[in-house]
């Protein structure tokens, strides 16, 4: 950014810059809206911003956002303490909580595996895991984790983290989005879809 | 948004929504980068936030973002006192900077005349640029619009609103830009384009 705009206007832009789907222009675009709008507002987002990163941490069983020591899902006695759901993130996990399938408690890895960026088993919580099924009663882990390459090196290593353990292991199937047109799915999905064919 | 988060998570969604551009996924997917990354960060955007809100103000001459009393130009010795050059807003000025083009002053606008909105020449500071020709050694008004249906508008009244003064009034270019195919330039333009057309 040129030199056109007062320091503190600039210095948001590089912070608003800094986030993921902003590029400089937009950064500015959204700096110049912030000062058109009544200061409340701007000052609003800035305060709901310093009361978020102070509040919410890591619930101390699954990992998942909490403004206390637990989580909503972890505090909730409706929900079926003997099925833990294994997600990447907290994005995954309100994704699944969004399909209105799922009412079991869940275990946020913050991550897949990936010797590359240096994100071994104990970086992404599985060994945090592993500990909550000397602990706790677990019937059934289901694996939701994305069908991608890091996501299915991380499944393929839960299933081996867990076979000393009498845990039945699930995964979320593979196949045929609804809506899709098989005839635009590529191969691979559909040979997942194929293998893991349902009897009607 | 479900009620998947704490409080302050969704508290910043929505804050986050209410920005041009982004809607409640983009802003969900923004409030869980900031809870992401570094403590710090998110804070250091947040005070750039009351920061920016607590400083800038509007320079008390042309309307620019100050953070003293005067803009930079209006500061600068070196810009020529004699043009004031006719923005909507300061996103504009910055880009007629970046052009690198104009050395004058500027005035900026806030808005451009629209009966609808409530926007009449008080509220767009077209009061004030008359006072200023009468205070300041003005030569040339450029009046450095978009030649949208309110920037023709704005453009029209503030020709009739000069002409009482003695004053050169000035308008920027109308035509094809650089690197278009006149094949595909609008009628308009074309047209606008001809009925300016330089002697080489």
Redesign the interface.
């Known amino acids: 950014m ?8 600039e ?2 832009v590089q ?2 810059a ?4 902003l590029g400089e222009k ?1 950064a ?8 058109g709008q009544p ?1 409340e ?13 102070e ?2 941490r890591l619930c101390k069983r699954c990992f998942n ?3 206390g020591e637990w ?2 899902f972890c505090l909730d006695p409706e929900r079926n303490k003997s099925q833990i759901c294994i997600v990447e ?3 995954a ?2 994704a699944i ?2 399909s209105k399938a799922y009412k079991g408690l869940y275990h946020v890895l913050h991550g897949l595996l990936s010797p590359r960026d240096g994100l071994g088993p104990r970086e992404i919580k599985i060994e945090a895991l592993l500990e909550r099924l000397e602990r706790e009663p677990v019937e059934e882990i289901l694996i939701a984790l994305s069908p991608t390459v890091a996501g299915e090196a991380t499944a393929a290593y839960l299933v081996e983290c867990l076979k000393p353990y009498s845990v039945k292991v699930t995964r979320i199937a593979c196949g045929i989005p609804m809506g899709m047109d098989i005839r635009y799915a590529d191969q691979l999905t559909l040979k997942r879809a194929l293998e893991a064919r349902q009897r009607l």
Do not use: Y
């Open positions: 040129s030199k056109v705009f007062p320091k503190v206007l210095r948001v912070n608003l800094r986030l993921p789907g937009s500015t675009r959204l700096a110049l809206f912030l000062l200061k507002e701007t000052q609003e987002l800035a305060h709901s911003l310093l009361e978020l990163v509040k919410v956002f909490a403004e989580c909503r993130d907290p994005a996990l309100s909580e969004e």
